[in-house]
């Protein structure tokens, strides 16, 4: 043994000296060369059989309450791109949806079947849009909608980037293809109000559209996607832009168009007067209007309850089976002990 500096070193088998590390630098070491303790759990048959099993008895009660959330969510849906053609352009919604001088304005009538408790959420939903292709998604500027005209590098929007050789705010495909379809409602004679305040992300409006940026040259041309913007509003006060620039990932969606803050009742007939103006014609889209009201769980959605009882039953299956296939043939217990180097090391199988 020899002693340097109050540590203390032996010999290896190379003759050379081995340093014996104490505290914090024996816990590098030890780190460093992975030779830290560690816990290697037994996988026996009880362990596996009682973790599936356990894992189904959590599951399912949770797939069931969140199922039974999603069930008392009420909700009313009314496809109405179909019912608002007038019957002489069945035949060619096309001509229809083009022509300035046809009236666009339709009333449906639903029917509430159940208390419906504010606030009560409007959505418009569209199915076979492709918001999520690569092209649509790219087409825009986030730059551009935070500083507006001081930006010009939107070479992304192409082809909704200039017109006349002057810069469109806010740019690209995106902003284009805005929804314009309006709705009212009235219960009666009553009209209901709707709040169409906040009903888009508070980080979007803060910092993603910029409060001083007001739309510039925007759909001018011959060729109109959408709707249009007022100029004397910015950009972070005009919410339906805001919530129709949050790109949805599937072809069929849902996006918020305001609340009536107030209870609807049992029976209860509310008439929609709505503005047909958007195109869906072209692409064979279809266009709903949603009324539903929320609870802890949100929305109308089923797929998370299914879910958790379907692997919670999946788990109590695998459990079952394994506990079978134990029954008929019982793995023995078996515990290897080795010794190295002074130490012993077992397994254990």
């Not at 999520?132 to 939107?154: F, P, W």
Request: hydrophobic share 35%.
């Amino acid at each position: 043994m020899e002693v340097d500096a109050g540590t203390t070193s032996a010999v290896g088998t190379d003759n050379q000296p081995t340093p014996v590390l104490r505290g914090r630098s024996k816990a590098i070491h030890q780190f460093t060369q992975q030779t830290l303790p560690a816990c290697k759990p037994v996988l026996t048959p009880a362990w596996v059989i009682g973790t599936f099993f356990l894992m189904g008895v959590l599951f399912i009660p949770v797939g069931l309450i969140s199922l039974h959330a999603s069930q008392s969510v009420n909700e009313i849906v009314d496809r109405y791109d179909v019912d608002c053609v007038p019957d002489t352009f069945k035949n060619n919604k096309m001509a229809y949806i083009k022509n300035a001088s046809v009236s666009k304005s339709c009333h449906r009538y639903l029917k509430v079947h159940k208390h419906m408790k504010a606030p009560i959420y409007i959505y418009y939903q569209l199915d076979n849009f492709y918001q999520n292709h690569r092209r649509y998604v790219k087409s825009r500027s986030d730059e551009q909608l935070l500083k507006g005209l001081g930006y010009n590098k939107t070479s992304s929007c192409e082809p909704q980037a200039f017109e006349n050789g002057l810069p469109i705010v806010p740019c690209g495909l995106v902003a284009w293809s805005l929804f314009n379809d309006t709705f009212s409602f009235s219960r009666g004679t009553k009209k209901l109000e709707i709040e169409r305040k906040n009903i888009a992300w508070k980080s979007d409006r803060e910092h993603k559209f910029g409060k001083n940026v007001y739309p510039f040259n925007f759909q001018n041309s011959s060729f109109i996607g959408g709707g249009k913007l007022d100029t004397t509003i910015p950009l972070s006060d005009q919410e339906d832009l805001i919530v129709w620039m949050r790109t949805a990932a599937f072809p069929s969606f849902r996006k918020l168009y305001g609340r009536i803050e107030e209870d609807l009742e049992e029976d209860d007939i509310i008439v929609v007067h709505l503005m047909n103006n958007y195109n869906t014609y072209s692409f064979g889209g279809t266009k709903m209007i949603v009324l539903s009201t929320s609870n802890w769980l949100g929305g109308k959605n089923s797929f998370l309850g299914v879910a958790y009882i379907f692997v919670g039953s999946s788990s109590i299956l695998i459990a079952f089976i394994f506990l079978l296939l134990h029954v008929k043939n019982p793995r023995p217990y078996v515990c290897i002990f080795l010794k190295d180097e002074g130490q012993f090391s077992n397994g254990c199988s």
